[in-house]
């Protein structure tokens, strides 16, 4: 998708925009979300993105890394990155704190089908940090819940310590949201469920398979079984929708970087239809 | 005699809803609607038990006893689910202990009896032992998954290509 067409202020996707950071959350071990101001107001004002795309984070002297949008402020004004300590970009930016300044630009990226969605029932798979990048649909399917069917949202996390936005379920699920949760392992005090994801499609309510959609985002692995659970409960394949973000590197098809087949993810995803991604999720090592 | 919604139940519940018709009505006559109310022990690691179970609510923990750890959770049984098939597979001790965590609806078959139906009507059989063989092998594709720790912190292993 041309970044044009969704939003992005800039006419030049190269050039970066300062961005303050004003406020930091601890989510999980390694794991914050930090909330970011276009210093511009301009740029601010024009700023547009749709759930599922993502930005690429600017620090200068030391590199860029592609991250998710998992949100923005109530107001509008500021936008949320949950970010996980992996390379120099994000321990560079770990250490800036509230009123750090760096570059942002985007946004980029093919978004979750939210007109897809609208009358059906929506099933949220997530697993792990995955949840980030789902969290905009979320919020825009509780937003609008006469628009949307029943969201039921499935999540799987390593151990309890490492549920990402553990704080929101309880809202989510007041706002008519089914909120299944699992862990892979469980550690003492647990009372909720253990086991992996693909079993909470097994076994969840699904009155209407063939006018459901699935949005996944996750480990390939996770992805792979969860679609697979999805398939037998009948629905179609081409409701079913992931997130295959990977080395995202120059964010408009030009580096290779993130090349998967004939599809550059940065700008031809990173959320595909899975039908038309399936043949490559079988080639190992692509 | 099957219980009037034993039959029923049976049809909803993916392990024997694709059961003939003639499978489905035996397996009915020795099956048994129960309710469990929550924290309640339907069987122990390390001893002997006689039932094999089907869900049809509620949910289930199952634990192993580790020296030094305690109790470790290794799984939760919901919906749709079998429940301990050690004595229909092997005529061994059960190999975890399972605890409701909620009030619970299954359907209790005595294994004995299980058997003795596989024995009798060997059609019968094949298809409850397929069945049993497809739950195992998911259950066996989901503990595989546990293993591999996917949301473990990874680095790329492959060094960039440019």
Redesign the interface.
């Known amino acids: 998708m041309n970044p044009a067409s969704c939003g992005t202020p800039a006419a030049n996707p190269w050039l970066a925009f300062p961005v303050q950071i004003t406020g930091i959350t601890d989510e999980t071990p390694g794991v914050s979300t930090y909330e970011l101001q276009l210093t511009d107001a301009e740029v601010a004002r024009n700023y547009r993105f749709q759930p599922g795309q993502f930005n690429m984070l600017y620090l200068p002297g030391v590199g860029e890394a592609a991250i998710s949008l998992s949100g923005q402020s109530e107001s509008g004004d500021r936008l949320r990155h949950t970010v996980r300590l992996a390379g120099n970009v994000t321990h560079s930016l770990a250490g800036l704190g509230v009123g750090g300044r760096f570059g942002l630009r985007g946004p980029f990226g093919t978004p979750w089908p939210m007109e897809e969605c609208r009358g059906r029932d929506v099933v949220a798979v997530a697993g792990g940090l995955g949840l980030a990048p789902l969290r905009p649909a979320i919020d825009a399917i509780l937003n609008a819940p006469d628009e949307y069917g029943q969201l039921t949202i499935l999540y799987g996390a390593r151990t309890p310590e490492h549920l990402l936005f553990e704080q929101v379920y309880p809202d989510w699920r007041q706002n008519g949201a089914v909120v299944n949760v699992t862990v892979d392992r469980s550690l003492p005090g647990w009372q909720g469920h253990v086991g992996v994801v693909p079993l909470l499609v097994d076994r969840m309510q699904l009155p209407d398979p063939e006018n459901t959609v699935f949005l996944i985002c996750g480990p390939d692995v996770m992805m792979k079984y969860t679609v697979s659970s999805a398939l037998n409960r009948g629905v179609p394949a081409e409701r079913i929708w992931i997130n295959m973000e990977r080395n995202m590197n120059c964010a408009v098809g030009l580096c290779g970087h993130c090349q998967y087949g004939p599809e550059f993810i940065c700008k031809d995803g990173p959320v595909l239809r899975y039908d038309r991604v399936q043949p490559m999720l079988r080639v190992e090592d692509l | 005699m099957a219980q009037p919604d034993v039959m029923q139940r049976l049809r909803e519940i993916p392990f024997s809803a694709r059961l003939p018709e003639k499978a489905l009505t035996d397996l009915a006559a020795i099956a048994e609607i129960r309710s469990v109310p929550g924290g309640a022990r339907l069987f122990r690691e390390g001893e002997p038990h006689c039932c094999i179970y089907l869900l049809i609510s509620g ?1 289930i ?1 199952l634990e192993m006893h580790v020296p030094g750890r ?1 109790k ?5 049984i ?4 079998v429940l301990g098939w050690s004595p229909v597979v092997s005529d061994t001790v059960m190999t975890a202990t399972a605890t409701t ?1 909620e009030d619970t609806e299954l359907i209790e078959i005595q294994a004995g009896a299980l058997l003795q139906l596989c024995e009798s009507d060997r059609e019968v059989g094949y298809f409850l032992m397929q069945q049993m063989a497809a739950a195992l092998s ?1 259950r066996l ?2 503990t595989r ?2 293993l ?6 990874t ?2 292993q492959q060094p ?3």
């Open positions: 949910s923990v305690g470790v959770q290794i799984l939760t919901g919906p749709g689910d965590l998911r594709v989901a998954l546990q591999l720790d996917l949301f473990a912190e680095t790329p960039s290509p440019l």
